[in-house]
């Protein structure tokens, strides 16, 4: 099966457990709503393909892990649109759980995706026993406390924030625990990838900052604009549009440059670049390339 | 150590994760907030007693499955008193999380102690790895879909609601957590040990209803009166007061009842009567004694 056939099956599978009789409905609903149809799916493929570097062994393990880590993601999408936060109306081209259910279940169900997310892995991993803890630890810590993507939130509820920290935190962490999950998975070293993942977790933000400076809400699904709205920082307003693509191949380069010596290295740095320039809206990648 | 000391050791060890340089200040201090000081800790105390009960062998396999399921707990509670829910003012005598830190901090403080209770569980259980999934899947099925407290909650969504399904969920699944994820914590066989944690999370109920009847506010530290105020259900409008004692009576005789052999099931069912008459307020549990 192809990757993007895994992940969708692991993913279906998770979600699956809450969409039984038992469950009350409109709770299974958002969290379907929060994880169907398919964003991406950036970090699990990214996990996916650190585990096939690596030399998989068991890919029960390592796709319960990728499925476990986009539904932390998922998780942390449908908490952070709620009103309190960014009170945002539409998320990949249809609106928001909080906007479609109603906040109570948006905040349900983000709370139990994340509960789904520990569930998948227990499941996943237990064929091999030994593996589950250092994945719990890696996958957890890059979502919680203290340097994780809920840490990272909470910085802005902070009256001084370090932009670096909460950009690591906030969007990094899970890249770290992509590439960390994907080796621990296979029962390879795991810390030597976590350079990778954050080099990758910091192009992405580069690119989602050209995204909502150039593209077209239609094509992205989001509304976009919104950094100059809020006058958030964004690579684009500190480098210009040119000077923030040049820094997203730079960083590509430096991801390439951090993958550690592995089976498959060489398939892996060329999945780095080739995914890297698949974050630009395509005519800034026609030009880029 | 006592039960208490054990129990306030694992919950201060888990939340000072969060009590570093690099945990957004207020973050650590709403998870502070929101688990001390200590309220009943009725959950991880039945867990105790269950694995002592069991032939307790790995004490910190047994204190993280405590602490976990305490900070579960307490995370539910941080996420029920906001607006969107309960809108709660008061929690033990003191402003609810969002009241003292905000609204974000509550939503992300409840997202971190839920993430911490696995974290606290994935270490504690480092020593036995093969013990580490079965108590994650008893815990995370007990918050989580489709039969945890969050689907509980989530039944308040629906059109319909079975009021018996609700509580078991809303209140039972996390003392059922308790009981069989003690006797899993020692490796014993867990399932047995459900139906007792059930019958004393149907008792908790009763006993929180006839306090929500008769209690003073000051002494229980939240609003009393709710039951009737918002036309809920309660065990005293449905039985009247001392039908609610009677009832809390008799399902105190059947959790003693439920008690699969074990090693300590004397000194367990001892402890099961006398913490089900502390769940009353002081007047009546003279009374009913």
């Known amino acids: 099966m192809d990757v993007m056939g895994r992940i969708e099956r692991a993913l279906y599978a998770a979600v699956s457990r809450a969409d039984v009789e038992a469950c009350p ?4 609903a958002a969290m379907r709503h929060a994880v ?19 030399g998989e062994d068991e890919p029960e393990v390592t796709d319960a892990a990728a499925a476990s880590i986009e539904l932390l993601h998922c998780a942390s999408l449908v ?45 996943g991993a237990a064929v091999t026993p030994k593996r589950l803890a250092p994945l719990m630890l890696t996958i957890a810590g890059s979502v919680g406390v203290p340097c994780g993507i809920v840490a990272g939130q909470a910085w802005e509820c902070e009256a001084s924030v370090d932009l670096a920290q909460y950009q690591r935190e906030k969007t990094g962490a899970l890249f770290a625990a992509a590439t960390v999950a994907g080796a621990a998975s296979v029962g390879a070293e795991a810390e030597p990838w976590r350079p990778l993942g954050a080099r990758l977790g910091e192009a992405f933000q580069v690119a ?39 820094r997203l191949e730079s960083l590509a380069a430096a991801a390439v440059d951090a993958v550690p010596a592995c089976p498959g290295a060489t398939a892996l740095r060329s999945h780095i670049l080739t995914e890297t320039m698949r974050l630009l809206p395509k005519e800034l990648a026609r030009h880029a390339a």
């Open 208 to 246: 989602d900052d050209i995204l909502d400076a150039t593209a077209n809400p239609d094509a992205v699904g989001k509304p976009v604009g919104r950094d100059l709205a809020l006058d958030r920082p964004s690579a684009v307003r500190e480098l210009g549009l040119d000077g923030a693509i040049l």
């Open 25 to 28: 409905p409109r709770l299974a």
């Open 36 to 54: 169907f149809p398919r964003g991406a799916r950036i970090r699990p493929r990214l996990c996916l393909a650190v585990a096939a570097a690596c």
């Open 79 to 123: 908490h952070d649109d709620l009103p309190c936060f960014d009170d945002a109306d539409t998320r990949r081209g249809r609106p928001t759980v909080h906007r479609a259910f109603g906040e109570p279940l948006a905040v349900l169900a983000g709370d139990a995706l994340i509960v789904l997310a520990f569930q998948t892995l227990a499941y």
